[in-house]
Nanobody, 126 residues
């Protein structure tokens, strides 16, 4: 699976961005897609995840109510709509794809995911 994230940019606090992650070469055993982020000097952190069916979504507490994750199966693409952005949302955002063999690992853990994109940078100014 190859993942290509896009949609990052620079916005002012309170603004919005929509990130996209196009997945090529999807396999039958990829069920869950996630977004993670890493700010300079910090650890990677979980942001949100979604099953390809769209029936299950998961969010970090820090983004709940502001971010929304969704899928487009026809386009093999997932989206992360980010509203009410804050300076602390500044980070490089990565999308990731799991494999069903790792389904017993919590969705918020990076080791759940087998494939990672190169990331897209989001900068929020105050």
């Amino acid at each position: 699976v190859q993942l290509q994230a896009s949609g990052g940019g620079s916005v002012q606090a309170g603004g919005s961005l929509r990130l996209s992650c196009a997945a090529s070469g999807r396999t039958y055993d990829n069920r869950l897609m996630g977004w993670f982020r890493r700010a300079p000097g910090t650890e990677r952190e979980f942001v949100a995840a979604v099953t390809w069916s769209g029936n299950n979504t998961y969010y970090a507490d820090s983004v709940k109510g502001r971010f929304s994750i969704s899928t487009d199966n026809a386009e093999n693409t997932i989206y992360l709509q980010m509203n009410s952005l804050k300076p602390e949302d500044t980070a490089r955002y990565y999308c990731a794809a799991d494999r069903i063999s790792r389904r017993n690992i919590h969705y918020a853990l990076g080791r759940r995911y087998d494939y990672w994109g190169r990331g897209t940078l989001v900068t929020v100014s105050s």
